[in-house]
């Protein structure tokens, strides 16, 4: 049985594996500096389909499909998955999920969605419940910019401030403990909100989140930033990682040597347009799946904290003049079980 | 440590306890024949609020509000809490939930949420995973119209298939086992897509979504509808219903006489513009804490299924051309934890 530390930091008994793990990206992703992270790429914002949407389902399947066969499964060895994704209803995941005839558990948490997926398959598998469970995300420019933004066609400008939503999608296959890289314990986060109000500044309304559980896990444990390689978030970006830095510096933590955010990984701010750093379900899941867990497979890191951070508007939402909940889901994951 | 049989039925060990429970209704729901069965109405339909949507979020936040007290704790007593809602975004949960501080993990199933939030509360309970555990939905009949079909004010009229959705919200506080009702066991649902189109017959849509899980889980455990005093749906409507049933007999497992949709109940046919039935995440939800829960815990009812279905479509993807995946979770409720 899975240990409860105050609320909700989740100690795993027995370390589950993360079996298999996998991502593919789009065009900005494979011309950036983590194209080497990524298992395929599709140049293609259709990715053979009609429209964007249904381009991001057909991504986010195709991730999937991969994983599993990464674990050397099939469709029917997966006991139940958990997926979501930015979209209306979240149709990137319901539509590209369908034909699995997999048992789902739908899960809405904004770019903290990777991180919410990977605790709650964590939690099952420590805790016995089904066998391999797998955990899935994605992000599409152009479906987000139309959907959050403006139509592309418009031509409209964005603000230095503005993150880049990624076009990309993370899966991962969690199973009973068995090689590396392990879970070893999580901090299921609270809703923050500050008052900050600008959606092209979604880093600066995030960082109080990600903060609030980061300190939390610290707390709830007695372990320090000391005892991590990297602690990782996605996606603050430049001006959200600064101001989490400085709010954990107060609290006695300071994590500035060993910060790493996966927004500002996944592109060159030289080149593109890119601006405040990357976004997006996908910017987290690619850099947690194509960066991070590979270097935990093979040891180069031993843990880290990965703290996907989400905010939890819609445009209904701000054209009412509404300020920007976020969250922050954690997971500590590691080079070895114990 | 519960049980999984097969994929994703999942039986339950020590049978969690459904702690307290709570459902406040709107204006229709008052006039309508199950009025009796909500803690509270508020015939306002901005809940005090300046928009629809932050209606439905206040409305939202005093159902987890009245169902915390009902358990006699308060909101640091709550581990963590599942909600979600039908909103892009689920903007009703996480602009209602904001102001609590309890750590939580947004879900998306539409119709489904209430069983979705519940099995997910009661695996977590069961296996020692937190202490108290809230689980809520709400849907609003102003927002729903406005995001799914037609701004109100545009007068649209509606086919007689159309469903209406509940302006409601029911909440649960889960627990370890105590006393009842008792959670026994759930089957998670895969996604289902037989190819219905038709966005104003969603009960047809989601009929082969139910009749997996339901199958499924008489497969699973070998119990039969005999051993249930009811089989109860959420919201499958008129049409929907009566394809359950047909697809249903087909494998041997005869519901006509036991089974009953929240859909049906919720409101009065004679005297209402509401067609098919009612839907929406709050109408499930309602009548589970309202109706069901209640006559479980003082044992007027024995053991029920309860199965919630969801159309996992958006305005989006219906003008895509797509057609309606669906999905429905089971969760079996008892009046006896053994």
Chains 1, 2 share one sequence.
């Not at 065009?27 to 990715?47: I, L, M, T, V």
């Not at 590396?180 to 109080?208: E, L």
Request: hydrophobic share 35%.
């Amino acid at each position: 049985m899975s240990e409860t530390l105050n609320r909700s930091t989740i100690k795993m008994t027995a370390s589950p594996s993360i079996k298999a793990f996998a991502c593919i990206g789009g065009k900005k992703e494979k011309q950036g500096p983590k194209a080497d992270c990524f298992d395929r790429f599709d140049e293609d914002p259709y990715f053979g389909q009609k429209t964007f949407e249904q381009g991001e389902s057909e991504l986010q399947k195709r991730t999937v499909e991969l994983a599993i066969a990464k674990a050397g499964l099939k469709a029917e060895d997966i006991s139940f998955m958990f997926g979501g994704d930015l979209l209306n209803q979240c149709i990137g995941t319901t539509f590209g999920l369908r034909d699995f005839n997999i048992p789902f558990l739908g899960i809405y948490g904004a770019c903290s969605t990777m991180a919410e997926g990977l605790l709650l398959a964590s939690i099952m598998a420590d805790n016995g419940i089904g066998g391999n469970l797998v955990a899935v995300t994605s992000s599409h420019f152009c479906t987000a910019e139309r959907q959050y933004r403006l139509p592309l066609n418009y031509g409209g400008q964005r603000p230095p401030t503005a993150q880049w939503t990624a076009t990309a999608s993370g899966s991962v296959v969690v199973s009973a403990k068995d090689k590396p890289p392990y879970v070893r314990a999580c901090t299921i986060g609270a809703v923050a909100d500050m008052g900050v109000s600008d959606t092209n500044n979604m880093g600066a309304a995030m960082a109080p989140a990600a903060h609030s559980t980061i300190a939390r896990f610290f707390h709830d444990t007695g372990m320090s930033p000391q005892d991590f390689d990297a602690v990782v978030t996605g996606d603050l970006g430049k001006v959200g990682s600064r101001v989490l830095c400085e709010l954990l510096q107060k609290d006695g933590y300071d994590i500035r040597n060993r910060h790493n955010d996966c927004g500002l990984m996944l592109y060159s701010f030289d080149e593109e347009d890119v601006h405040a750093g990357g976004s997006g379900c996908g910017c987290a899941a690619s850099m947690l799946c194509g960066y991070f867990l590979p270097r935990l497979q093979n040891g180069t890191l031993k843990n880290i904290l990965f703290t996907a951070t989400g905010a939890l508007l819609s445009p209904i939402s701000s054209q009412q003049g509404e300020t920007i909940p976020s969250i922050a889901h954690l997971v500590w994951l590691s080079s070895s079980a114990d």
